[in-house]
């Protein structure tokens, strides 16, 4: 059994790490699995992943690259797919976790500030941001 895998194996995977990684900080605070994206990392990092790579593995290299399986799919172009879909998902998951943290970022800036400021005001100078963020700005 050939441990190695291939460059393009390899970058898919490092792509999936490097998404990992950075909700990883997230995972390890959570203190109950009730966020179902976060549970998803999770499975994806402790079960999907390695299980994938395992199966991929366990078959003689040359097989991988040259024996069709599905279709007109070898294993290897499966897994590749199959790699396609959970670095989507992460990267799905990492966009929308930085969307909340910056939605309770701007409201957490609404009800601070200058003091001089009215809520109407720092509406109106939040609004580029907040329109950036997918939020319409409430017609005065």
């Excluded at 290299?61 to 279709?71: D, E, M, N, S």
Aim: glycine share 4%; charged share 25%; hydrophobic share 45%.
């Amino acid at each position: 059994m050939s441990r190695k895998v291939e460059p393009d194996v390899l970058e898919r995977v490092q792509r999936i790490r490097e998404s990992i990684d950075t909700l990883l900080p997230r995972l390890l605070s959570q203190e109950t699995v009730g966020d179902k994206s976060l549970y998803t990392v999770r499975q994806t990092a402790l079960e999907y992943l390695p299980a994938t790579l395992q199966s991929y593995l366990t078959l003689p290299a040359a097989f991988r690259r040259l024996h069709i399986v599905r279709g007109d799919k070898t294993p290897k172009a499966l897994l590749l797919d199959q790699l396609d879909l959970l670095d989507a998902k992460m990267k799905e998951i990492v966009t929308s976790v930085a969307q909340n943290d910056m939605q309770a970022l701007l409201i957490a800036h609404l009800g601070a500030g200058p003091l001089s400021f009215d809520s109407r005001t720092k509406a109106r100078a939040l609004a580029p941001a907040i329109a950036l963020n997918g939020v319409k700005q409430v017609a005065d």
